[in-house]
C-alpha cells in the first residue's frame, strides 16, 4: 500500500495518520518530520537541508525528492508508506512516480482531506504548540488542561507567527492551487479518493478507511 497524503494546512493529516499507521502498518512519512530528522542526524544531506532550513527558505524540489528517496528506501517502508507533505509540486509527483517504478510499484492511493477556508482559519488560529516538546493544542477543539501549559512538559504554550490571521490567510491562498493541481493530476490517474474533513474525526476516519480498502458499499 503506497499512499499519498493531500490537504491543506490544518485538515488533520495528522491526527487522521496516526490511525492510518496503526490500522494497516504502514509508516507515515512527513517532510516536516524528514527535514528535523536530516538536520538533527548531520548527515551531508542533512547539512544541506540545514543551510535551507536556517535561512527560513523552502528546500528545493531537488533536494527534497533525494531526502524521499532517501527515506522510501529504509527498511520500514518497503512495504508501504503513508506520504503527507510530499509531493507539494508536479514535478514532485513526477519524481515520486520515477522512483517507484524503479522499483516495480506505483501509487495505490492518493487521499484528499477537504475542508473549507472557513474552517482551516478557526482551526489554525487557535492553535498552540509547545517550543519545548512539539505538542500541539487548540484553544477550541484541544485545549491543555491547564490554560497555556503543556500536559506534556509543562513548557509555556505559544501561538506560532504562521498562525495568527493574516499570516494562515497567505499560507491557504499559496498552498490551494498547489493542492488542487496535485488532486486533478491524481483523479485523471483514478488514484484520488476525496474525504470530507469536516465531519466528526471518527466519521472522517471511517471514509478513509473505506477508500483504502477499496469498500465503497
Do not use: W
Not at 169 to 192: A, C, H, I, P
Amino acid at each position: 500500500m503506497q499512499v499519498v497524503f493531500l490537504g491543506l494546512p490544518g485538515a488533520g493529516k495528522g491526527t487522521q495518520a496516526v490511525s492510518i499507521t496503526e490500522e494497516f502498518h504502514i509508516p507515515h512519512i512527513a517532510t516536516g518530520d524528514m527535514f528535523r530528522e536530516a538536520k538533527a542526524a548531520k548527515t551531508p544531506l542533512g547539512k544541506e537541508v540545514q543551510e535551507y532550513l536556517d535561512k527560513g527558505l523552502l528546500v528545493p524540489d531537488e533536494l527534497t525528492i533525494r531526502l524521499v528517496r532517501e527515506r522510501l528506501g529504509q527498511a520500514d517502508a518497503r512495504h508501504g508508506f503513508l506520504l503527507d507533505g510530499f509531493p507539494r509540486t508536479l514535478p514532485q509527483a513526477q519524481a515520486l512516480d520515477g522512483m517507484l517504478a524503479e522499483e516495480g510499484l506505483g501509487l495505490t492511493h492518493v487521499l484528499y482531506l477537504l475542508v473549507s477556508e472557513t474552517e482551516l482559519l478557526q482551526r489554525l488560529t487557535g492553535r498552540r504548540v509547545c517550543p519545548d516538546c512539539g505538542a500541539s493544542y487548540h484553544a477550541a477543539f484541544h485545549p491543555p488542561r491547564s490554560a497555556g501549559v503543556c500536559d506534556r512538559c509543562g513548557g509555556a504554550l505559544i501561538q506560532r507567527a504562521d498562525d495568527r490571521p493574516e499570516a494562515v490567510s497567505v499560507r491557504l491562498r499559496e498552498n490551494l492551487e498547489r493542492t488542487r493541481m496535485l488532486s486533478e493530476f491524481y483523479e485523471k490517474r483514478g488514484l484520488l479518493a476525496t474525504i470530507d474533513g469536516e465531519r466528526p474525526i471518527g466519521h472522517v476516519y471511517d471514509e478513509i478507511r473505506q477508500a483504502l480498502r477499496g469498500d465503497h458499499s
